[in-house]
């Protein structure tokens, strides 16, 4: 079965780098520009792993995940944080949230796969 993968950003460039990226590596990617589609995306379809920007209009990336994180039908959801931000106050803070990892933008596309890997395992082999 082919891991789901919903990617939250609003800057266009790193939602078509990280689709091709984790497409390419064999994860069905979908994508979301800010917390609000989001939220209405996992309300359609779980992914098994939520790339999720912290600083995105509408709703940010902590309330998308304390939001996830305190619904039971969501919060097995795994979320791995993506943020310019790198101070560990606000890496704490998306921790409290519920989020199951935290990448400091920019990062490497080799450490986002093992991340990746990490959360949710690797893409499932075709049949």
């Not at 979908?30 to 989001?38: K, S």
């Not at 992914?47 to 940010?60: F, N, Q, Y």
């Not at 959801?77 to 943020?83: A, G, T, V």
Request: with cysteine; charged share 20%.
């Amino acid at each position: 079965m082919t891991q789901h993968i919903l990617i939250v950003d609003d800057e266009p460039n790193i939602v078509a780098s990280l689709q091709f990226l984790l497409e390419d590596a064999g994860y069905a990617v979908r994508v979301a520009a800010d917390g609000a589609q989001a939220l209405a995306a996992v309300a359609q379809s779980h992914p098994d792993l939520i790339l999720l920007d912290v600083m995105m209009p509408v709703l940010d990336g902590n309330e998308v995940c304390q939001r996830l994180k305190s619904e039971p039908s969501t919060q097995g959801i795994r979320i791995l944080m993506l943020s310019a931000r790198c101070r560990e106050m606000e890496i704490a803070k998306s921790r409290e949230l519920g989020a199951d990892g935290y990448l400091t933008k920019p990062f490497s596309t080799h450490t986002l796969l093992e991340r990746v890997r990490e959360l949710i395992g690797p893409p499932a082999a075709s049949p």
